[in-house]
């Protein structure tokens, strides 16, 4: 659940680190990402610019290798730098099938994207490092503050990029079908209390916004599922949170062992939630809480402890924020605003001479398993989604103080309300217009990959992701293809 981590008061599962931050430092309880999937998320979290201002329209488009990034900076003005473990934010990672899903979008198909979600318990009850991978760059990490940190003379900038909590890949329908498989062990499932965890209430098929459906359906959601097979889906996430918590600890640890937890500030945040079976959906891409909604708590000295944020903030925040704590001039034409005046005691002349931050966060997002651009605007309770150019697609608006699980869309109620925020929105961005040239976009890629396929073409895209579905009737697919370049 994209709201596990912040919201006080949590009995679901036992994460002693992040409530450790809380207690000794400042929780933002409204804190999104600005595109809810990894690179787009991450290339704004590192350049400090909305998405259509990166262009990092999908998994494969990021920011372009040689851009200047915080940490970049920092380096400049003799901050010691290190970086461990994902990093995600440039051009050309991710599978042929994360492009080409992203891609093709448009076309009038529906083909299932992802393997069915499942869950997978690993190991007994001293297995501690499910996740090896994250675990070997948590101790590349604590390494270096323990040998090298502890050395230094100037001040240093650490960054870890774990790849939990996020469901793995399912090796059972074979290497080429998404990651859709909750892995844990009986050791962090022990934390997890099933009793407080709660089953979404989902909307009948019929009833589901049609971009709703189509995400619903290339995530392999659309089938039966059992309420236990919904709650062991829900507890297994809640247990990757566990371990993840236990990476976050171990970096804490070392700074304190060190003597070093007084003079740093530990910034706890993600690139995005994860949908676990909420709106008959998992992984990400989308605008509901579960998926947009991030953790961000950060606590060090000079930080108000025990404090609980509630303005809005997002990631493009991060940038800004880091070159302050640095006390490095910030660049005047920043999406984000630092968020050192929420997080300091601060004297009032030296807030004045700051851009006032706007009471509203803009997420959107461009690239699979959703069938059109979507943008999101967030204010005080009320979170207004819109798709493609405004009119093709009904909007959707939530009010999050009476509705938190986000199941009636009152657009139509509040006719009034959802103007105005389209009128905000239209002045942060024209996003008509920015819908269409990533429609463009996806075309001119699609067409350049096919063409360097040649001969190979109809196997190659036959065998991504969709293989299951396609293989079925891969003519049908094909002609469809044709029908939309």
């Known amino acids: 659940d994209g709201r596990l981590t912040f919201y006080p008061g949590n009995q679901t599962v036992a994460l002693p680190f992040i409530n450790f931050m809380k207690r000794y430092g400042t929780v933002f309880l409204n804190a999104y990402t600005n595109s809810p999937i990894c690179c787009p998320s991450r290339a704004a979290m590192w350049s400090g610019l909305f998405t259509h201002l990166t262009e990092s329209w999908n998994n494969f488009k990021g920011l372009d290798p040689d851009y200047v990034t915080w940490m970049d900076l920092m380096q400049k003005h003799g901050y010691h730098t290190q970086k461990y473990g994902k990093l995600d934010y440039t051009s050309g990672h991710h599978s042929v099938s994360n492009r080409v899903e ?3 979008r448009d076309v009038d198909f529906l083909l299932r994207q992802e393997g069915r979600p499942m869950v997978n318990l690993s190991g007994n009850k001293t297995h501690v490092r499910v996740m090896e991978a994250d675990w070997q760059n948590t101790d590349k990490a604590v390494n270096w503050i323990r040998e090298e940190a502890i050395n230094f003379t100037q001040p240093f900038a650490l960054y870890l990029g774990l790849n939990l909590p996020h469901p793995y890949p399912s090796p059972s329908t074979g290497e080429n079908f998404g990651s859709s498989t909750f892995l844990t062990s009986p050791y962090w499932l022990e934390k997890v209390t099933y009793e407080a965890i709660k089953i979404p209430k989902w909307s009948s098929l ?3 916004h049609p971009v709703d459906y189509y995400s619903s359906y290339t995530k392999n959601c659309t089938g039966e599922f059992t309420k236990e097979e919904v709650r062991n889906i829900r ?26 937890l007084k003079r740093t500030i530990i910034i706890f945040t993600a690139d995005h939630g994860e949908l676990a079976m909420e709106h008959r959906q998992f992984y990400k891409m989308s605008m509901y809480e579960g998926s947009s909604h991030v953790p961000l708590l950060v606590m060090g000295p000079g930080i108000k402890q025990q404090q609980q944020i509630s303005n809005m903030v997002s990631l493009v925040d991060i940038y800004p924020t880091m070159l302050d704590i640095a006390r490095i001039p910030v660049p005047q034409n920043l999406s984000g605003y630092s968020l050192t005046p929420l997080l300091f005691e601060m004297a009032e002349n030296e807030v004045l001479s700051r851009r006032s931050r706007p009471p509203w966060i803009l997420s959107e997002f461009h690239g699979c398993n959703v069938n059109s651009s979507t943008y999101m605007l967030r204010t005080d309770k009320w979170k207004y989604i819109t798709y493609s150019d ?6 959707q608006l939530f009010d999050l ?6 199941l009636k869309n009152v657009a139509m109620k509040f006719p009034v309300v959802a103007h105005s925020l389209d009128k905000i929105l239209h002045s942060v961005v024209n996003y008509p ?15 350049s990959w096919k063409q360097s396929l040649g001969q190979n ?7 991504l992701r969709w293989h299951q579905d396609w293989l079925k009737e891969p003519k049908k697919y094909e002609d469809a293809i044709d029908k939309w370049l």
């Open 102 to 104: 992203a891609w093709t």
């Open 206 to 208: 019929s009833e589901m």
């Open 235 to 260: 507890a297994f996430y809640y247990a990757m949170c566990a371990e993840t918590d236990a990476m976050l600890g171990e970096i804490i640890s070392a700074l304190r062992d060190t003597g070093l």
């Open 390 to 395: 405004g009119h093709s697609v009904l909007p």
């Open 401 to 406: 103080s009476t509705d938190p699980d986000e």
């Open 433 to 447: 217009k920015v819908s269409s040239s990533v429609q463009e976009y996806n075309k001119r890629q699609f067409i």
């Open 457 to 463: 073409y109809s196997n190659v895209i036959a065998n």
